[in-house]
């Protein structure tokens, strides 16, 4: 069965530093989301992305963070310079984009960022 | 914005009990999916409802819609070990593919 891949599953970094997670959506998928989940809290919405650009965004999504989809498969997050309080697991998710209310969204085993 | 409550936060029952978890909304739902997430994994999709009174089966788990499309609720029997695991609520914001996500229900099941 298809699924999605976040590398890589654990990414300590010091503070202020720069730091790209990747994700691999599944492949016939259109529209491509990350999330956030703070340790004990629910999980966020940060950004969705469609058609190579982003069609919604939080206001946790602020200008240190940045998506893109480089190439036909990767889907990426950044963060520019990174906070203390971004430590968190991350996760991407993507769905074929029908307009189905059964529409399902398929999320990734996460990453695990532990900023120092 | 809506926003999706979850009740009880924790629970904790000794395997074979039966327990409910509950998701309200103060808005309607298009749609609603439960997951199930475990230590340190993403969000695993259990099940769908989208019809107002719509109940679901999965083993032992009976999910159940709302007549109203504003709350739902997961029913597991005869609870085990295996069961253990934070359970999510979600729906997606009206007119995007935005997932607002609940407050989540800590379930542990003893042995």
């Known amino acids: 069965e298809p699924e999605v891949t976040q590398t890589p599953s654990h990414q300590v970094t010091q503070m202020g530093q720069e730091v790209i997670l990747r994700c691999v959506p599944i492949s016939n998928h259109l529209y491509f989301y990350w999330y956030r989940q703070i340790l004990g809290q629910k999980v966020e919405f940060l950004v969705s992305f469609y058609n190579n650009e982003i069609s919604e965004k939080s206001e946790i999504f602020d200008d240190q963070f940045s998506v893109e989809r480089p190439d036909g498969s990767n889907f990426t997050l950044k963060i520019r310079s990174t906070k203390l309080e971004d430590s968190a697991m991350y996760f991407c998710?993507?769905?074929?984009?029908?307009?189905?209310?059964?529409?399902?969204?398929?999320f990734g085993p996460g990453t695990r960022l532990l900023v120092l | 914005t809506q926003l999706l409550e979850q009740s009880p936060q924790f629970l904790s029952i000794q395997e074979g009990e039966n327990l409910t978890v509950y998701c309200n909304s103060s808005?309607?739902?298009?749609?609603l999916q439960w997951y199930r997430q475990e230590p340190g994994e993403g969000p695993v999709l259990l099940v769908t409802?989208?019809?107002?009174?719509e109940v679901k089966k999965l083993k032992r788990l009976t999910f159940q819609f709302g007549d109203a499309r504003k709350d739902s609720s997961l029913h597991i029997t005869a609870a085990q070990p295996g069961d253990t695991g934070l359970y999510l609520c979600?729906?997606?914001?009206?007119?995007?593919?935005?997932?607002?996500f609940g407050t989540g229900t800590r379930l542990k099941v003893l042995a």
């Open positions: 409802v989208v019809t107002g009174g």
């Open positions: 998710a993507s769905n074929r984009g029908t307009i189905s209310r059964r529409e399902t969204q398929y």
């Open positions: 808005s309607v739902f298009s749609s």
């Open positions: 979600a729906s997606l914001s009206s007119g995007t593919y935005k997932y607002i």
